[in-house]
């Protein structure tokens, strides 16, 4: 049996600073990106203010029809998106890095040119809070001045929002990873998801822990809804393929901003081999250090969103370097792949003082896919939101040139469902040789967000026979 115990003095953690060290700043603004590709001005977006949510016919900029809706100006080639980010919120720090991201590759893309002939696009943000009433607001606020949503923070708020998507036949990337959106029956094909979901994800974690760390009980901890428990379906599922104890189920337990004794106390009291947790960064720190001060000895491991590699700057950063096994469903910072040249010289040449982040990667590869969309409908000579939808809905391939496996969108969700995730381990030697939080992005080395490859993309026994037609966790 692989499986390593490890043993700890009692830490004294401040829980408080590690809220403090996830959290994000940004004003409640939107952000263009504009077709100069010459950098951000914050303007304010009025609802009904832009075009008409009629279709047109006008003449192309290759001197062909072009059919045209809302957000797009052919006259002057500008593709309006739309992206509702969590920029003060529960994971406004992994998404203000997304969102940058996403800002420095139109900026990048405007500035040699543009797509497809000349085309530019402008980006059109707004900070949602990862709150559900503030998202659908926001939503309102925009859905008549853009042709798509490029990113769209969160489960709950996104399956809330669908209805009004579905009204409007828009296209939108959720920066969410339930398993419902690669089921058209649920989504009704407007939901272009990327990398694998939360569900399969955990059956490759659990698959992980047992063929590689000889683990076989699982204390699970979840947030409540599309989020948490299409995790936890997946964990419960890759449990029985393996003949696995759920030693404690928590499913739905854990409640951001409340108490979490109970769930820290049952965690303790399980002695399972391992903690798999789908929280928030600042919310899974609290546990994982109250359940480490009670004496739970035990590997961690989770959704990709519980984890932020700027916990290694908090008191929990000597628990991570020795006992989680982080998930990934792209490359990270720095990683020898043939797309992060282009991507880090952009950054470095955007915003040289940045810190690095595995997150950058994330919105760089969701417009590397949006941009494959966009150049279809073009190419298709239909920028109406039909057009978009269609043509998303007919791309057999994107090709993120290594930063993550590739993606197809052809067949039956069983056929392209995504279900590769790689392993990372946090090290905490290695941030901090490179300079914790004082790295920048333009330092000898390009800095290190400390995640080193344990596992390369991979696909376990479980993932692989699960026959994908619904989603794992029923709305």
Known sequence: MKLKRYGWLMLLLALAMVAAACGGDSADTTTTSGGGGGGTATTTTTAGGGDTMATTTTSGGGGGEMMTG????????????????????????????????????????????????GWTIEMVVEDTNYNVEQHQEKYAKIREDVLAIGQSTGSPTNVATLDQYVADDMLFIPLSWYSGWAIPDFDHGLAFEQNTNYCVEAMDLVGYMHDDQGAQSIALVTFPGDY???????????ADYYGMDIAYDGEATVIPGQDQTPVVTEIVNSGADFVFATTNPSTFAE?????????????????????????????????????????????????????????????????????????????????????????TAIANGDLTRAGVVAA???????????????????????DYVQRAIAIYRPSLDAYTAAGAETQTVSQDGGGTTGSLLEKDFFVSDAAADFEFTAPCYEL
């Not at 948490?228 to 890759?238: E, I, L, R, S, T």
């Not at 989680?324 to 792209?330: I, K, R």
């Not at 998303?392 to 069983?414: E, H, R």
């Open 228 to 238: 948490g428990q299409d995790a936890a379906a997946g964990v419960k599922m890759a």
């Open 70 to 117: 809302p957000g797009v100006d052919v006259a002057n080639k500008v593709i309006r998106l739309g992206y509702l980010a969590d920029l003060t919120g529960a994971f406004a720090p992994l998404v203000i890095d997304i969102t940058d991201a996403q800002r420095i590759y139109w900026d990048k893309v405007n500035a040699e040119g543009g797509i497809a002939d």
């Open 392 to 414: 998303a809905n007919s791309i057999t391939d994107v090709d993120f040139d290594g930063l993550a496996p590739n993606q197809s969108y052809a067949g039956a969700p069983n």
């Open 287 to 375: 546990i994982l250090g109250g359940a480490v001060q009670g004496g739970y000895q035990g590997l961690w491991t989770g959704s990709l969103p519980t984890y932020d590699f700027r916990l290694l700057d908090t008191p929990v950063g000597p628990i991570l370097d020795q006992a989680y096994f982080q998930s990934a469903y792209s490359a990270t910072w720095g990683t020898d792949v043939a797309g992060m040249p282009g991507l880090q010289e952009a950054i470095i040449a955007a915003d040289p003082e940045r810190r690095p982040s595995d997150a950058f990667i994330i919105g760089w590869t969701e417009s590397i896919a949006i941009r494959k969309v966009l150049e």
